[in-house]
């Protein structure tokens, strides 16, 4: 029987009909379509006394989607928990399981220690047993990401700030969720920059699963879709020489997460100040290493700051047949900033978003923020990025998600019948103890 889109619908939220799911980013998952980056993430949670032993059974169902959505392998995605209270408690490695399945049957199988909150002594132990290699960490390297998660409800009865910045300093990007009457200020302490994309909070457990679609989308890239990506480079004289080299280590760390090939990824790179100039077009480079060699030699312009000007150029130029963009493939425009427009930029940033762009925006310094909200695609939220500080860019990188997932048909995907299967099987034993409490 081929499932129906209501089906396949409520087969993903089995747990939580407040859960907003976002069915095509499921149907390409279903179907093998996405990947993860190769990533070590351990989850650090909290099963202090003040976690009652149905909600803790909310935390496990959020894991388990979480890593549904993982391409979990020992080359991919390595995944370990640390359960936490008044002690620390080992539950899963990093080389314990290289299977969805085994991770989130093991996930099933934990149980609260219910006693205090001693979230430093968790995130130290994080630090070094839980991303140890011994335990299944991989050696430092810029092509492995280091990732915590932590879900905590409670105020740690120890210090967070100092070892969460050790954490950080190894390498280590570290995520902080927050329940209930959780101190807002321990979780700015513990999370990474910046803090808008590393700081979450729910109101209860009963709704910690609406943040399922955004770890999903954190760790996913889709590896089939074709896509057209063009930045657009502000060159003025405010960058800075200095600055301006960071700029082009950050394009670079963009376009490492991009799979460039002649049939997938294009990049196209503009730079602007008082004029615009194309540094390359789209398709001229078809792989990851003479498009980086080209972005290193791009010269700085210094100069005005002429933001309108630029994004005429993109949707007139960059994005045209005869700027070598491809017919039918998603288009995706990322605009660089360190200061306020000289030129009006109203209507070009409608018109590239009326053409069906994806639109990202991302200042640093000086640069407006009503300017960026107006470049950036809806919802505005993802779509723009604001720092202070130039060398905080890398953050930035890390969580602008580029790739785009080509359209499914659930009713037509073959795998959604083993996908089905798998899904509840795996989570069954969390569905039963989930109405053995709230029953």
Not at 133 to 153: H, L, W
Not at 210 to 228: M, Y
Not at 304 to 313: D, E, S
């Amino acid at each position: 029987m081929t499932p129906t889109p209501l089906f396949f619908l409520l087969l993903l939220g089995l747990m939580g009909a407040r859960a907003t799911v976002d069915l095509r980013m499921a149907a390409a998952m279903a179907a093998g379509l996405c990947k993860t980056r190769p990533t070590d993430i351990v989850f650090i949670v909290d099963s202090s006394r003040s976690v009652r032993p149905s909600e803790f059974e909310q935390v496990k169902v959020f894991l388990a989607k979480v890593i549904e959505g993982l391409d979990v392998g020992p080359n991919a995605t390595r995944v370990g928990v640390v359960n936490y209270a008044s002690r620390v408690k080992s539950e899963v490695s990093l080389k314990t399981h290289r299977t969805k399945a085994g991770l989130i049957k093991a996930v099933t199988k934990i149980e609260p220690l219910s006693t205090g909150t001693m979230t430093g002594l968790a995130i130290q132990f994080a630090l070094n047993v839980a991303f140890s290699e011994s335990e299944g960490a991989r050696v430092k390297s810029p092509d492995i990401s280091k990732v915590a998660i932590i879900v905590t409800d409670g105020r740690p009865q120890d210090n967070v700030k100092e070892v969460a910045l050790r954490a950080r300093d190894a390498g280590i990007e570290i995520f902080a969720i927050g329940v209930g009457r959780v101190d807002m200020n321990t979780l700015k302490q513990m999370a990474s920059d910046p803090l808008d994309d590393h700081v979450d909070y729910v109101e209860s457990y009963s709704v910690i699963e609406k943040l399922t679609k955004k770890f999903q989308e954190a760790f996913c890239a889709c590896s089939n879709a074709a896509t057209d990506v063009v930045f657009l480079i502000d060159g003025s004289k405010s960058v800075r020489p200095e600055n301006f080299e960071l700029v082009k280590k950050w394009i670079n760390q963009i376009v490492d997460k991009l799979d460039v090939s002649e049939a997938k990824a294009h990049v196209g790179l503009v730079q602007y100040s008082s004029s615009v100039r194309q540094e390359f077009p789209l398709g001229r480079f078809n792989n990851k290493k003479d498009l980086k060699d080209a972005v290193k030699k791009m010269a700085y312009m210094e100069r005005g700051t002429m933001t309108g000007q630029a994004l005429r150029y993109l949707t007139d130029n960059s994005f045209s047949a005869g700027g070598g963009a491809r017919p039918g493939v998603a288009k995706v425009g990322i605009v660089f900033t360190d200061g306020r427009s000289q030129d009006y930029i109203g209507d070009a940033a409608k018109k590239a978003k009326e053409q069906g762009y994806k639109m990202y925006a991302v200042g640093v310094g000086n640069a407006v923020e009503d300017e960026l909200k107006e470049i950036a695609s809806e919802p505005t939220g993802e779509h723009y990025f604001y720092t202070a500080d130039f060398k905080a860019m890398t953050q930035i990188a890390k969580k602008l998600q580029i790739n785009i997932c080509q359209e499914e048909d659930p009713c037509e995907c073959d795998s959604l019948v083993k996908f089905q299967k798998k899904v509840e099987d795996a989570l069954q034993a969390l569905t039963k103890k989930y109405i053995l409490y709230n029953g």
